[in-house]
């Protein structure tokens, strides 16, 4: 943080040291649950992956094509618990 003022770097930089914690969560440091890629080293795959999710949702915005059924069942089933809690509070 003594060599810069950008705050893009300083983010960046306390990204590869703290990790960024739960998306969905509390936790505000430490590695998600993240099992596909690196967020630090990663970055051209999952800005990839991110357009290649917003085409599918494009063509199939509620995932109901046949063969989108099982991503359509794999979100509902992860997404349940988040929103539950939501609910909760």
């Known amino acids: 943080m003594l ?3 950008d705050g893009f770097k300083i983010a960046e930089t306390d990204l ?4 960024p914690g739960d998306f969905f969560g509390t936790r505000q440091s430490g590695l998600p649950e993240l099992r596909i890629a690196d967020l630090t080293t990663d970055e051209n795959l999952l800005k990839l992956a991110r357009g290649e999710a ?3 949702l494009e063509r199939d915005p509620h ?3 046949p063969e ?3 991503l359509r069942n794999s979100l509902l089933t992860r997404t349940k ?3 539950s809690l939501i609910d909760a509070g």
């Open 3 to 5: 060599e810069t003022a």
């Open 16 to 19: 590869e040291i703290r990790g």
């Open 54 to 56: 917003f085409n599918l």
């Open 63 to 65: 995932l109901r094509l």
């Open 68 to 70: 989108h059924q099982s």
């Open 81 to 83: 618990e988040v929103f």
